[in-house]
């Protein structure tokens, strides 16, 4: 998923939006990320996220882990540029959208 992801390269906040990853033992994702759909293929996203989602599940159960069962609400994302060279991209942040697929 991260591979996918990369460092979520934007030209604007419409190509910016975040995708819950992982699973919780109570259900639910264990975080959130921040993707462009200027780099990364959606479809090809959502196959990896479910993937890795149903592994975490199997892993969950067989271990017995438990989880507080908190609901984390999904964070906004916004575009800003990188400090190392000024390229923009997408971040999970305040004062964004919460685009999700």
């Known amino acids: 998923v991260t591979t996918l992801i990369g460092v979520a390269p934007v030209d604007?906040?419409?190509q910016?939006?975040?995708?819950?990853v992982g699973a919780k033992a109570c259900g639910g994702p264990?975080?959130?990320?921040?993707?462009?759909?200027?780099?990364t293929n959606p479809?090809?996203?959502r196959s990896a996220v479910k993937a890795q989602a149903r592994a975490q599940l199997n892993e969950n159960k067989n271990s017995g882990l438990a989880s507080d069962c908190r609901v984390t609400p999904m964070p906004a994302v916004v575009c800003r540029p990188r400090a190392s060279d000024s390229k923009k991209v997408c971040q999970l942040g305040?004062?964004?959208?919460?685009?999700?697929i």
């Open 94 to 100: 305040l004062g964004g959208t919460n685009s999700a």
């Open 43 to 45: 479809n090809a996203l």
């Open 16 to 20: 910016c939006h975040v995708i819950g």
């Open 30 to 39: 264990g975080r959130y990320l921040a993707w462009s759909d200027k780099k």
């Open 12 to 14: 604007s906040q419409d």
